[in-house]
């Protein structure tokens, strides 16, 4: 799938910046963690400590707020879609 390409000037983003993501998954005891190494791929300088974890009402699925370092449409592009095709992945917001 190409994305489209946004110009720099064109933008909503400053790079660099602070950077939430959500991401939605069944709740498993390696969520969390296998989501963290997948995001310090990206930002090598993300820490768990930067993580809000939300279950759901039910307790079937864990979401995860990490606040990322963005430097680039390009690493906050690839990101996405790592997270997207995870197979514990349900969703990314």
Known sequence: ??????????SLIEYPSDFPIKVVGI??????????ELVVEHDPEFHAGKIEM??????????L???I?????????N???ALSSHELVKFVL
């Open 1 to 10: 799938m190409n994305m489209p390409t946004i110009p720099a000037e064109e």
């Open 27 to 36: 709740m498993q005891d390696e969520f969390a963690q296998t989501i963290v």
């Open 54 to 63: 939300r279950p759901s009402s039910q307790g079937k699925y864990l979401s």
């Open 65 to 67: 707020t990490l606040t």
């Open 69 to 77: 370092r963005a430097t680039s449409r390009a690493q906050l592009d």
């Open 79 to 81: 990101l996405y879609r």
